[in-house]
C-alpha cells in the first residue's frame, strides 16, 4: 500500500510543483516523499522512478497526441530515432525517472 501510495504522491506533487516553479524542483518533491513514507531505499528508488516515469510519459503522450505528433518526429529526426515519438517520449520519461528514483534515494537515506 505505502508503494502505491508513494509513487502517486510522488506524481500527483511533481506535476503540482511543477506548475508553479522550474521543471526541474519535481525533485524535492520526490526526496520529501522518501523522507515522509519510510521504505526500504530500494523501493523508494523505484517508486520515485514509477511516480516521475508515469507522469512525464503521460504528460508528453497528451501533449504529442495535441501537435499530430509533428513536434516529436522532428526532434526525434534530429536524434536520428527514425521518426519515432514514441521512443522520445520514452527516452524522456526514462531521464525524468531517473533523475526523480535518485531524488528519492538521497531522502530514504536522510531518513536514516
Do not use: E
Amino acid at each position: 500500500m505505502k508503494l502505491f501510495v508513494s509513487i502517486l504522491l510522488t506524481a500527483l506533487l511533481g506535476y503540482a510543483i511543477v506548475l508553479f516553479l522550474p521543471w526541474w524542483t519535481f525533485v524535492f518533491t520526490s526526496c520529501t516523499v522518501a523522507i515522509i513514507i519510510p521504505q526500504k531505499s530500494i523501493k523508494s528508488f523505484a517508486t520515485g522512478f514509477a511516480g516521475v516515469f508515469l507522469l512525464w510519459a503521460i504528460q508528453a503522450y497528451i501533449l504529442d497526441i495535441n501537435n499530430d505528433h509533428i513536434l516529436s518526429q522532428k526532434v526525434a529526426a534530429i536524434f536520428q530515432l527514425g521518426n519515432s515519438s514514441v521512443l522520445l517520449i520514452f527516452i524522456s520519461a526514462f531521464i525524468g525517472g531517473l533523475i526523480s528514483a535518485f531524488a528519492a534515494l538521497t531522502g530514504s537515506f536522510a531518513r536514516k
